[in-house]
């Protein structure tokens, strides 16, 4: 099981970024696929999650409106696109897989990839 997560980067207040994951080494149908952030000194949170089936995308309210989660089935990539980012959106960016089809937790995600660094700042 392999999860690349990238497309990170320096991005100034407001601006946007669109990160990947790619998944391999696994049937991508049977897992949710989501996204975690971890901003220095905080605990990991979910921002975003992401199953085969229609209706299983889920973002938190606090990050709904900026926050969009796209599932490619053919390319097995996960994509996390946010805009109107600000300094609090800063942090690593991790995707992972989920051991059921349809939800996402910190504690249960069964494989991580690694992050990729998203900075916001002026």
């Known amino acids: 099981v392999q999860l690349q997560a990238s497309g990170g980067g320096l991005v100034q207040p407001g601006g946007s970024l669109n990160l990947s994951c790619a998944a391999s080494?696994?049937?991508?149908?049977?897992?949710?696929i989501g996204w975690f952030r971890q901003a220095p000194g905080k605990e990991r949170e979910k921002v975003a999650c992401?199953?085969?089936?229609?209706?299983?995308?889920y973002i938190p309210d606090s990050l709904k409106g900026r926050f969009t989660i796209i599932r490619d089935r053919h390319r097995r990539t996960v994509y996390l696109r946010m805009n109107s980012l600000n300094v609090d959106d800063t942090g690593v960016y991790y995707c992972?897989?989920?051991?059921?089809?349809?939800?996402?937790?910190?504690?249960?995600?069964?494989?991580w990839g690694k992050g990729t660094q998203v900075t916001v700042s002026s």
């Open positions: 992972a897989r989920s051991p059921y089809d349809r939800t996402c937790s910190t504690e249960t995600m069964d494989y």
């Open positions: 992401k199953g085969h089936s229609e209706g299983t995308s």
């Open positions: 080494g696994f049937s991508f149908k049977d897992h949710a």
